[in-house]
């Protein structure tokens, strides 16, 4: 049996975390996330406010399963779900203090909430595959089958020293941005100049200069073009004469370059199986709907809901 499926990852993502729904109430906090290791638990705690593993456990099992793997895609994408999670927990307790939960639109909305809960929970118990599925000839077949989707682009590792200077700068900004950039060419030009020294005493970039200018590998694909066309003409080790973009002065390094290649069964293997559970728990959504659609007449009149709604059906578009 051969599969076709809709690619929904690349490692050439953002963060994946920042897309995860489970991290969109994310927030700035003034606080210490304080991770525990036990004989048998981990926990985290922020305040006076904790989580046991098994809580962590339980919301990331709630998730989808593209959510639950972008959260764990790395200790520092996890961290940030649980700080999610603590933050939700400082909220509700603020919230319960206060009686919120008592209030009668409140009320009306949890209870909206525990019938969709209900529901969404059994669905999702007659509607998972087995945890057998996929077996190893399923993604085998599914790999080969979508193996041309999988082609990463040619890569960059790259380091910069970046001089800010925006274009409606006052011409004191250009005067001392100018400056700024020809004592650091001027550096640059010196025997044994330490690019990742000067990055991280000079670049305006403070996240990629602390690290010595290291912008990490980027994809073709998610480089300015004209900084693109200046860095695919480097050599390793070369560095770029100053290129002005809109948000100022980039000073390019190649560090190393990955030409494009086609990501392996191995890398895709567990997004595979992820991705094959998700598309037959859906398949098996959808035949249980369409069961349920034949068995049961519905009959919804349209015109008269939207007026008891207070909408107009002759200004609604159709």
Not at 56 to 78: F, T
Not at 304 to 315: D, R, T, V, W
Request: proline residues 5%; contains cysteine; aromatic residues 6%.
């Amino acid at each position: 049996m051969k599969h076709r499926i809709t690619p929904c990852y690349s490692p050439f993502m953002a963060s994946p975390w920042r897309t995860a729904a489970f991290l969109s109430c994310l927030l700035l906090v003034s606080g210490t996330l304080v991770a525990r290791a036990t004989n048998d638990a981990v926990s985290a705690q922020i305040g006076e406010q904790s989580l046991s593993i098994e809580e962590i456990r339980m919301a990331l099992g709630a998730l989808d399963p593209a959510q639950r793997v972008a959260a764990m895609q790395s200790p520092a994408a996890l961290a940030q779900a649980v700080q999610a999670l603590l933050l939700q927990r400082i909220v509700l307790k603020e919230a319960l203090a206060k009686k919120w939960d008592q209030e009668p639109a409140v009320q009306e909305r949890l209870e909206l909430v525990r019938k969709k809960a209900i529901a969404e929970g059994y669905l999702f118990s007659i509607t998972s595959p087995p945890d057998n599925y996929p077996d190893d000839e399923e993604l085998k077949s599914a790999y080969e089958a979508n193996k041309a989707s999988y082609l990463m682009p040619r890569q960059l590792q790259l380091a910069q020293i970046f001089i800010a200077l925006p274009e409606d700068a006052a011409q004191f900004e250009v005067e001392t941005a100018q400056n700024r950039l020809d004592l650091v060419q001027k550096s640059l030009n010196q025997t044994g100049a330490d690019f990742a020294a000067l990055a991280r005493g000079q670049s305006d970039d403070k996240q990629s200069g602390g690290n010595g200018g290291n912008l990490g590998w980027l994809p073709e694909s998610m480089i300015q073009p004209d900084i693109l066309k200046q860095a695919i003409a480097l050599s390793k080790g070369a560095v770029s004469a100053p290129i002005r973009i809109k948000d100022g002065w980039h000073i390019i390094k190649v560090l190393d370059t990955k030409e494009a290649y086609t990501a392996s069964y191995e890398d895709m293997h567990d997004r595979l199986i992820q991705q094959l559970r998700s598309e037959k728990a859906q398949a098996n959504r959808n035949t249980y709907f369409t069961k349920l659609l034949g068995q049961k007449q519905i009959s919804i009149n349209g015109p008269e809901l939207l007026k008891a709604l207070g909408k107009n059906p002759e200004k609604t578009p159709q």
